[in-house]
């Protein structure tokens, strides 16, 4: 079973991005802009 994970980009624009690794592939599941309570919480956590 594979598990999924989420990444954002510094700013100016932040991103989140959802993927999983299938093998030696990596599978993008989600990117889209990150939403304000999200880029917070990622500062936040650094």
Known sequence: MSGRWRTA???PRQRQLTYTYRGANVR???AR????HESTQYEENR
């Not at 802009?33 to 304000?36: G, N, Q, V």
């Open 28 to 30: 993008i599941i989600s």
């Open 9 to 11: 980009q510094l700013k």
């Open 33 to 36: 802009l990150a939403e304000p």
